[in-house]
């Protein structure tokens, strides 16, 4: 089948509107985000129901055309991208938008691939349930993004990640088939859990068209601070002083430090400095209760005066109402995109166990500042479950091609570092096509082997999202 044949075909199942073939239309969906990753394709295919996806990958099957799934397109390690040659078709989820089912009594909600998370989240508390991932690009990213992520963002502490929040699935195989695994059970030992291969498969193994997603009990009360800390230690220590005294209250707790809070004061409009003085390091701090009334204010500065008694915080503020909840939250959610301000921000997102956090830091820090004198470390991210974005600006009067040309060993430092505490080089984010091949070095080589042949298995010609997440 030509090129001009497959677009044809195409054409027929998804009509005029699933079809993307202008240059002025394709370019936003061949880069990313943060134009950090970029590639080219003549089609962009988008379909609007389960059917219509699995004739789309039969039809490319038969054509023998790659297929590269794309959701919000807000990953952050290129795995919606193609690759150069032009060859490879973009099968875009986001007319796939119907929230299918919610059920409050069953606590889940069933939706399709291409509904954004916000749209879920606010489902979810139309009828007083919560629906907990969030993360900063909540108001873009897709459902089928965030499963073949995998994705974490700040509610992990309390409620786990995406694979936790997953009850069922709906999957175009690669081969065509639909496997239809959209049940709402908490309970099933039937077999293989199959719904785990394709959460967190960024796109190699077939392509997800629904799911059914867990709901939790609407949240009523909210405490929220901003802490200023004088290392990353303390705040491992807070943590536990407000899980002895909260408990499951203790929705998210966050870490950032100076460098990044910086970044974020100085390119996000409308953002200010809570204290009057800097400090190195600072944590937010979330606490959620189902009741109204609860005193989580209370609870909030019970814990944080153990804190100042032990000088484990150095200054505080709670949150007075919701537009400061919103003020503390900006300064953190303002990094990634502050960060882009400063040149190329490579980035490294890592957890290693919370108890060897401190240590991470310090080593870490020492080998990136005798590599780069003056690099700038925007290091902040989840500690409550061990995960820190390591991300690098270059030193203030720092070239952007020079510091770029070395990215490749930086990622070594963060990466060793990492591994020498039995840590992972991709906490939330995948691994695309930006750490790809530098896995084969991290990963244990059994687990290589048995991911090479699941692959092998769902994907004999290799069709799905080649060149992602599987070294060579
Ligand atoms: P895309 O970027 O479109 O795709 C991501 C991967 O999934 C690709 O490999 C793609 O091929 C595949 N894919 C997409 N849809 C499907 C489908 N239906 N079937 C099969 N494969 C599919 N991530 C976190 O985990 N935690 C965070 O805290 C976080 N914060 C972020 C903050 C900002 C400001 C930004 C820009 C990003 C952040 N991210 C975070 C990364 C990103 O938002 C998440 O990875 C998100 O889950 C991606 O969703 P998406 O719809 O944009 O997916
Ligand atoms: C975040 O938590 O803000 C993102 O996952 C990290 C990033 O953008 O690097
Ligand atoms: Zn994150």
Redesign the pocket.
Known sequence: MTPTELSARLREVVGEAGLVTEPDQLAGYLTDWRDAYRGNAAVVVRPATTAEVAAVVSLCRDAGVALVPQGGNTG?CGGAVPDASGDQVVLSLTRLRRIREVDPANQTITVEAGVVLQQVQQAAAAVDRFFPLS???EGSCTIGGNLSTNA???GVLRYGTMRDLTLGLEVVLPDGRIWHGLRGLRKDNTGYDLKHLFIGAEGTLGVITAAVLKLYPALHGRATAWIALPSPQAAVDLIEILRARGGDRLTAF?IMSRQSVDFVLRHVPGTRDPFTSPHDWYALVELGDTRTDADLDGLLEAGLAEAFDRGLALDAVVASGSAQVAALWAL??G??EA?NHEGP?L?H?VTVPVSSIAALVERTDRALQEAVPGIRIVV???IGDG?L?Y?LSKPVDGDDEEFRSRADELARIVYDSTSSFDGSISA??GLGQSKRDVMADYKDPVALDLMRGLKDLLDPVGLMNPGKVLPD
């Open positions: 952050l993360l900063g690009a974490g963002g700040t966050e953190r959610e990094i990634s960060q921000s980035k997102d902040y991210g989840h995960n974005h991300n939330e984010h």
